[in-house]
């Protein structure tokens, strides 16, 4: 019994906070309650799987992340190549956004 509640400590130990959860949880939340995802949700979306991909903590934003996906009904390759075409024709960001770089 004792294995396992060390086991279970150390893993709750090496699970790290993310620098912006705080934010990042804003923003998944508002993208939980989109039913017609603009092209900014699908690119907040996608920056967010990328950032938590392999991320060793944050596991509620890691599983509506992908809530998120399923309802909108896509593949991760799928929302990739929406956001690709996105960004190749033009800003998804509003000017107020230049100059942040909130990919860490």
Not at 49 to 57: A, K, T
Request: charged share 30%; net charge neutral.
């Amino acid at each position: 019994m004792a294995e396992g509640k060390n086991q279970k400590e150390q893993k709750e130990q090496k699970e790290q906070r993310h620098p912006q959860y705080t934010k990042d949880r804003q923003i998944l939340n508002e993208l939980l309650g989109q039913l017609q995802p603009n092209n900014r949700n699908y690119a907040d979306l996608a920056r967010l799987m990328i950032r938590y991909q392999g991320f060793i903590g944050a596991r509620d934003i890691q599983a509506d992340l992908l809530k998120v996906l399923q309802s909108w009904q896509l593949s991760q390759e799928e929302l990739f190549a929406k956001t690709r075409a996105i960004h190749a024709v033009g800003k998804v960001y509003m000017a107020q956004d230049e100059g942040q770089d909130d990919w860490a």
